[in-house]
């Protein structure tokens, strides 16, 4: 079964070839800031997009005989997770998305590679699944509803890859995945299904190295109407420019542990301070769970950091055995979501959104 991945990024798209769920090939393609400023939209960015795939493939002399095209999926409707066939209403949805991210492209581009090479063309788990429970969505205004925005391909993956390596079956587990990345979401899996969770992308749960996460209300208000930013600036500030980017002025996270590590401060206070709350937001998905937890499991570019695991650990290790899967393998993961739904291993998913 040979498969063809897509993950197009802000600045960048990786792409990947594999044959089953061994991989093959990988590559990227590196987009210039100022290339993708001629764009007034990221959707205008989809013919530039596909010229750069097709020049990659071509100068590595990969050809395009692919049983199946699979790609990230984009900030479609809420959705139960699952692996979806590309379909009109997953086109329309993602050329409408209420949000722009270049993660939205995804779909589109492997639409159009599919149908010309003839294969069948999915996406899997996007960052919009939402699986909750309905006590986990109301805020305390009617109208402004908890949002369910998060890491849900690496998070599905990896617990998935638990299950299998202690031979057990996802649906069977209680989980709770911790995505430790430039955002961090924290997400109670019950049963195959995400009860609940953060939205990871721009306000709710703990601050990441560039999200604000949870602020306090009244001083958000005030600072709304303070005069000193924009609307534009201020939705910067939650998502871009927050958590330990406005503390310190830097997103580099193995800086912020050497310095922290040193005992340096601020860097040793405010890096404890957003592992703090992360830990804060595993003892909220411990209620979720109902205290019935089989494993934590670390995911993430940061779960690489020795001194951020043990941190954490020493606040929830008291909950749940804890496992390490740093790093994040989304292409690995794409690929594992189209080989199952070739396979029939994995079921297709019906989007249809309410």
Known sequence: MKIFVINPGSTSTKFAVYEDETIKWKGCVQHPVDELAKFEHVNDQLAYRNEAMHKLLEDNGIKPDFDA??????????????VY??????????????????????GLMADEFAASIGCPAFIADPEVVDERIPEACLSGLPGMNRKSIFHALNSKAVARRYARLNGLKYEELDLI????????SVSAHCHGRVHDVNNALDGDG????????????????????????????????LNGKGGLTAHLGINDVAEVVSRAEAGEEPFK???????????????????????????????GGIA???????????????????????????????????????????????????
């Open 177 to 184: 995945v911790v995505h430790l990345g430039g955002g961090i």
């Open 69 to 82: 095209v699979i790609a990230r999926g984009g900030l479609l409707k809420p959705t139960p997770g699952g």
């Open 206 to 237: 703990p601050f990441s190295p560039e999200r604000a996460g949870t602020l306090p209300a009244a001083d958000l208000v005030d600072l709304c109407f303070s005069g000193r930013y924009t609307q534009r600036e201020l939705h910067k500030l």
């Open 304 to 354: 690489h950091s020795q001194y951020c695991v043990d941190k954490l650990s020493s606040w929830i290790d008291w909950l749940a055995p804890i496992s390490i899967r740093a790093g994040e393998d989304e292409l690995g993961a794409l690929a594992f979501n189209a080989y199952g739904a070739m396979t029939g291993s994995l079921p297709l998913t019906t989007y249809n959104p309410e």
């Open 269 to 299: 206070g405010v890096l404890d301070s957003m592992l703090y709350n992360v830990a804060c937001q595993v003892g909220a998905r411990a209620v979720t769970l109902k205290g019935h937890i089989d494993a934590i499991i670390l995911t």
């Open 85 to 106: 066939r590309v379909d009109d209403k997953i086109k329309h949805d993602l050329i409408y998305a209420e949000m722009e991210h270049a993660c939205n492209l995804g």
